[in-house]
């Protein structure tokens, strides 16, 4: 069964300094990725998802993810840290062929200082 | 726009009440989610539908149904709540069966059971 491990529940930046937020995924097969950011009291929106098409994808709001096939990882960065990137960010991975869901990781919860 | 919208923000019940979300898309989507989020656990999958009248199980089902009436509504039941059910609930949905189609959230439900 496919699932994602996000290391760090906590990430903390200064502002202007580099986001990197971690992704593990365990997979049989060559799996479809997704980071989602959900701010205070929302629900989630779609940052950018991997679908095998190019391993560096680009995503909404500056933010940007690299699949690594060989160190099974799809971590999400972003080089210069807004304030408005405060909120929590959650790495999910299609689950086994035939079940449309999404089976997410725990989630990080990304601080920004000024 | 892909919206999803959750009828209720905010509920609090009583212990043993019957308790209905709903939720309603209008995308024409075939894929209906109904999640459960716990801080630390991340999203986890109550039950989803791929059409009208057809529902799967998802990872946590016990304690809760659901009902698919009419394509664009989703309803998550809870027969009789408990505390232990107090949590966010998402409703989400998606267009057909390709593995790389994204996932729309619905703001979300909070559900306070005492």
């Known amino acids: 069964a496919q699932s994602v491990t996000q290391l760090g529940s906590h990430v903390s930046v200064s502002e202007g300094a580099l986001v990197l937020l971690r992704c593990n995924y365990s997979?049989?097969?060559?799996?479809?990725l997704f980071w989602y950011v959900q701010y205070p009291n929302q629900g989630l929106q779609l940052l950018l998802k991997y679908t095998s098409a190019a391993t560096l994808v680009k995503g909404i709001n500056g933010f940007e993810a690299e699949f690594k096939k060989s160190e099974t990882s799809f971590h999400l960065t972003k080089p210069s840290a807004h304030m408005s990137d405060a909120a929590e960010y959650f790495c999910a991975v299609r689950k086994d062929t035939g079940r449309r869901a999404l089976t997410f990781g725990s989630g990080t919860r990304l601080q920004v200082q000024p | 726009d892909v919206k999803v919208t959750q009828s209720s923000r905010y509920l609090v019940k009583r212990t043993g009440e019957k308790v209905f979300l709903e939720c309603v898309q209008d995308?024409?989507?075939?894929?209906m989610f109904w999640y459960r989020q716990d801080p630390g656990l991340g999203l986890r999958l109550i039950y989803f539908s791929y059409d009208v009248k057809m529902k799967e199980k998802g990872d946590i089902p016990e304690g809760y149904s659901v009902s698919r009436e009419k394509k664009e509504r989703f309803s998550l039941i809870l027969e009789s709540a408990s505390t232990n059910q107090t949590s966010m609930y998402l409703c989400a949905s998606s267009l057909g069966q390709a593995s790389g189609n994204t996932i729309y959230f619905g703001e979300g439900s909070w559900l306070t059971v005492v």
């Open positions: 995308m024409d989507h075939e894929n």
């Open positions: 997979s049989s097969v060559p799996p479809y």
